[in-house]
């Protein structure tokens, strides 16, 4: 039916603009079947790709692929029933990408270190959903879930949805109303640190990991040029409300443990969710954290490089009539 179509279409497209911003790559054909290695087991003779991307591993020599299954829900259809029904399809369908030759024949090819991991994109489109989605998602029994050790599972329920395409839209709206803001494409890049164990193949990378679009932060790095003076400029996005001083103490923290606080730096803090206190709670964050460290002078001057810049949040809605136009 057209307008089902559409519906359906609608987690595409936001998916195809939250993770190109991401630096994630497409390729292969959309909304796919391919066979079974296992149709006894499974007891299917196909399995569907929706949509297939991929990215570099910061951390290892694998090129990682995500079989997607999008989701376009209104919000009375986002149940725990349905979900678990989607997981398990998506369980089955990601430990056959991993050993099936038709599945890398369409998206991977032969040669070459990868993993394939299942993501479960789901999209509200009518932007009514309010109840809490970690909540159902942690109440459903593993034991229920086929899925082969070492293959995973990631779960994008509406709210993430809603943080990762503001997060987007900011970075591409910089772009495009003040090339002041922000650099083009080709010269940003995500940050990521050293772990403790595990170091990355590089601190600037083109694409942020699953881990670090699920993660409560991200920081997109980028030069800004003024003459002969370069600064190492952060978008830190965070996910959290900023409702209390030590939650932004922790913040602060973690950007002087990563080394990010050096003289040419400057960091923008941008929070989709923030509290509406949180620009005063930041400053008194600051403050606090500065008497911490002996109020000393160069001590303060770093921490002036940290602003707070809360972003508005974006409800992403489509009009059917107009995707059914787009789609011809």
């Not at 990215?55 to 694998?62: K, V």
């Not at 942690?138 to 997060?167: C, H, M, W």
């Not at 003040?178 to 995500?190: G, M, V």
Request: hydrophobic share 35%; charged share 25%.
């Amino acid at each position: 039916m057209p307008e089902m179509g559409n519906v359906a279409e609608m987690a595409k497209q936001v998916a195809d603009e939250i993770f190109s911003v991401f630096g994630w790559e497409g390729g292969g054909p959309a909304d796919q079947d391919w066979e079974c290695v296992s149709p006894q087991k499974h007891a299917v003779k196909t399995h569907p790709s929706d949509v297939v991307m991929h990215y570099e591993d910061p951390y290892s020599p694998f090129r990682l692929y995500f079989n997607f299954d999008l989701k376009s829900y209104g919000a009375s259809s986002i149940s725990k029933h349905a979900l678990l029904k989607a997981i398990r399809t998506l369980a089955m369908a990601t430990d056959c990408a991993n050993v099936s030759p038709a599945w890398a024949n369409l998206y991977a090819g032969q040669e070459g270190n990868r993993k394939t991991s299942g993501v479960l994109f789901v999209y509200n489109h009518d932007g009514e959903y309010e109840d809490d989605f970690d909540s159902i998602i942690s109440s459903i029994d593993s034991e229920k879930i086929q899925l082969n050790r070492g293959n995973r599972l990631f779960i994008i329920g509406p709210r993430r949805i809603s943080y990762l395409a503001t997060v987007a839209n900011d970075i591409l709206r910089c772009r495009g109303l003040d090339k002041q803001a922000i650099a083009p494409a080709e010269r940003c890049s995500f940050y990521y640190p050293d772990l403790v164990s595990a170091r990355p193949k590089s601190n600037s990378q083109k694409a942020a990991s699953i881990e670090m679009i699920l993660g409560p932060w991200q920081i997109l790095r980028f030069p800004r040029i003024d003459g002969q003076n370069v600064t190492d400029c952060h978008y830190l996005y965070y996910a959290g409300a900023g409702s209390t001083i030590d939650e932004f103490k922790y913040l602060l923290d973690s950007l002087f443990r990563y080394q990010r606080l050096d003289e040419n730096a400057a960091i923008s803090l941008r929070m989709p969710f923030a509290d509406e206190n949180a620009s005063a709670t930041f400053r008194k964050a600051k403050e606090a954290y500065a008497e911490d460290f002996y109020n000393l002078k160069e001590f303060r001057e770093r921490l002036e490089k940290v602003t707070f810049d809360p972003i508005s949040r974006i409800i992403r809605e489509f009009s059917r009539v107009q995707l059914g136009m787009e789609n011809g």
